[in-house]
């Protein structure tokens, strides 16, 4: 009899482990509460730019690999566009000094031995002053690591931890920031090249998804909350979503949990999770990039952090943003667009404009907070927890979603032989 893997929870890391498990052979029931499917990761029709935005401006990099074989599971990887060699541009607001950053497209970091491809005004023993990150424990601060000061850290170490912690680098968690290094600026340029969902996250990462599940037999349900386990000899015996809405788990059935850790505690009294959250603040701006535009520009010494190029659009991202998710809309969009017309070339009035503020975007990745993350195996045995604020091993990113989704997933596999 085919066992039934049920996933609470749409987003990417449960969207990953449901293609995984029904490519081996479960049949497979995704439940989200929310009307869309994606999480913090979708696109949506917006009104003001009468333009289709993502909800936030998410980086992938050649080298996620667990990523990159999740579109390919659901037939998108193409989606998934960038240059052909791992090069950064920056440009500095307050000297005006631009420059980039050659990774290249071997395998080992030699990029840091070649003035012309690194960052300038730097030399190779800047570079050996991060090493302790790479063997830092996740409980170490990233302050007490490596120096936090100096040209390669505001032009380089600084924009980087701050994208993928989304805290102040000195107070991140050292171990964290270590495994972005490892698998990133240490592993050579093969691993570096920036992938962008040009077309938006949903077409590529979200609806193909959906619509693979559903093509093969499988269903999601959307406006469908689980409300509270039922539980019976250690394992998950019945889904509640609600009144006479009760779904019985049979024999072999498992349970994978793929939602925020606010919604994750509630359903699991007792489960430990992060406490602390970060925003990030998003601003999209309806108009034509010029003509040789880089598709991510590393902005330094502003309000903007990353500007990115879309076809009839500029949009901007900026980490560790609680300082702005009260400022005045309009005030804010103001602000972001001065800087845009500085580092992207462009002129002119405000354009038609959206703000898009994540107020939780991410977990705080302090130690104190990466402490808190559970790993996949609770206490009931057909239940497992996915997430990117599960303990991955890394930040709060795609990549750590669909890792989580994937060892999740493996777990399953493992237990169903």
Same mark, same amino acid.
Request: aromatic letters at 6%; hydrophobic letters at 45%; glycine letters at 10%.
């Given at each position: 009899?085919?066992?039934? &893997? +049920? /996933?609470?929870?749409?987003?990417?890391?449960?969207?990953?482990?449901?293609?995984? @498990?029904?490519?081996?052979?479960?049949?497979?029931?995704? +439940?989200?509460?929310?009307?869309?499917?994606?999480?913090?990761?979708?696109?949506?029709?917006?009104?003001?730019?009468?333009?289709?935005?993502?909800?936030?401006? +998410?980086?992938?990099?050649?080298?996620? %690999?667990?990523?990159? !074989?999740?579109?390919?599971?659901?037939?998108?990887?193409?989606?998934?566009?960038?240059?052909?060699?791992?090069?950064?541009?920056?440009?500095?607001?307050?000297?005006?000094?631009?420059?980039? /950053?050659?990774?290249?497209?071997?395998?080992?970091?030699?990029?840091?031995?070649?003035?012309?491809?690194?960052?300038?005004?730097?030399?190779?023993?800047?570079?050996?002053?991060?090493?302790?990150?790479?063997?830092?424990?996740?409980?170490?601060?990233?302050?007490?690591?490596?120096?936090?000061?100096?040209?390669?850290?505001?032009?380089?170490?600084?924009?980087?931890?701050? &994208?993928?912690?989304?805290?102040?680098?000195?107070?991140?968690?050292?171990?964290?920031?270590?495994?972005?290094?490892?698998?990133?600026?240490?592993?050579?340029?093969?691993?570096?090249?920036?992938?962008?969902?040009?077309?938006?996250?949903?077409?590529?990462?979200?609806?193909?998804?959906?619509?693979?599940?559903?093509?093969?037999?499988? %269903?999601?349900?959307?406006? +469908?909350?689980?409300? %509270?386990?039922?539980?019976?000899?250690?394992?998950?015996?019945?889904?509640?979503?609600?009144?006479?809405?009760?779904?019985?788990?049979?024999?072999?059935?498992?349970?994978?949990?793929?939602?925020?850790?606010?919604?994750?505690?509630?359903?699991?009294?007792?489960?430990?999770?992060?406490?602390?959250?970060?925003?990030?603040?998003? &601003?999209?701006?309806?108009?034509?990039?010029?003509?040789?535009?880089?598709?991510?520009?590393?902005?330094?010494?502003?309000?903007?952090?990353?500007?990115?190029?879309?076809?009839?659009?500029?949009?901007?991202?900026?980490?560790?943003?609680?300082?702005?998710?009260?400022?005045?809309?309009?005030?804010?969009?103001? &602000?972001?667009?001065?800087?845009?017309?500085?580092?992207?070339?462009?002129?002119?009035? @405000?354009?038609?404009?959206?703000?898009?503020?994540?107020?939780?975007?991410?977990?705080? !990745?302090?130690? !104190?907070?990466?402490?808190?993350?559970?790993?996949?195996?609770?206490?009931?045995?057909?239940?497992?927890?996915?997430?990117?604020?599960?303990?991955?091993?890394?930040?709060?990113?795609?990549?750590?979603?669909?890792?989580?989704?994937?060892?999740?997933?493996?777990?399953?596999?493992?237990?169903?032989?």
């Amino acid at each position: 009899m085919q066992k039934t &893997a +049920h /996933i609470i929870g749409a987003g990417i890391s449960g969207l990953s482990v449901a293609v995984r @498990l029904a490519n081996a052979g479960f049949k497979v029931a995704v +439940h989200e509460a929310t009307q869309q499917a994606g999480g913090r990761c979708r696109s949506y029709f917006d009104g003001a730019t009468n333009l289709t935005i993502d909800n936030g401006n +998410h980086l992938l990099l050649s080298g996620n %690999s667990h990523a990159r !074989a999740y579109a390919r599971s659901i037939g998108t990887e193409a989606g998934l566009v960038g240059p052909e060699r791992a090069q950064f541009p920056f440009v500095d607001l307050k000297t005006g000094q631009r420059w980039q /950053i050659d990774l290249g497209d071997g395998r080992l970091p030699t990029w840091v031995l070649d003035e012309s491809r690194r960052v300038p005004d730097t030399a190779l023993t800047d570079y050996l002053k991060l090493a302790p990150l790479i063997w830092a424990s996740e409980e170490t601060l990233v302050g007490k690591s490596i120096p936090c000061e100096g040209v390669l850290y505001q032009r380089l170490v600084q924009p980087l931890l701050l &994208a993928a912690l989304n805290v102040d680098p000195p107070e991140g968690s050292a171990g964290l920031a270590g495994a972005i290094v490892r698998e990133t600026l240490l592993a050579g340029g093969q691993a570096c090249r920036p992938l962008i969902a040009r077309d938006g996250l949903s077409a590529v990462l979200i609806e193909p998804a959906v619509t693979f599940l559903q093509g093969r037999g499988h %269903s999601v349900q959307l406006g +469908h909350e689980l409300r %509270s386990f039922a539980t019976h000899d250690g394992k998950v015996g019945a889904l509640n979503f609600g009144g006479e809405d009760v779904i019985q788990i049979s024999e072999g059935d498992v349970v994978v949990m793929a939602v925020p850790p606010r919604a994750a505690s509630n359903l699991l009294p007792g489960l430990k999770t992060p406490t602390e959250f970060r925003a990030i603040v998003n &601003a999209h701006f309806r108009v034509e990039p010029p003509a040789g535009s880089a598709p991510i520009l590393g902005v330094i010494g502003g309000v903007v952090e990353w500007l990115f190029s879309f076809p009839n659009r500029l949009s901007v991202t900026i980490s560790n943003g609680d300082r702005l998710v009260d400022m005045p809309r309009e005030e804010l969009a103001q &602000a972001i667009w001065n800087d845009v017309c500085k580092a992207g070339g462009v002129s002119g009035e @405000l354009p038609p404009w959206q703000i898009v503020r994540e107020r939780r975007a991410t977990f705080a !990745a302090t130690p !104190a907070q990466n402490a808190l993350r559970p790993g996949p195996v609770t206490a009931l045995k057909n239940l497992f927890l996915a997430g990117d604020w599960t303990a991955t091993g890394l930040p709060a990113t795609i990549e750590g979603s669909v890792r989580s989704g994937d060892r999740a997933a493996d777990l399953v596999l493992a237990a169903k032989r």
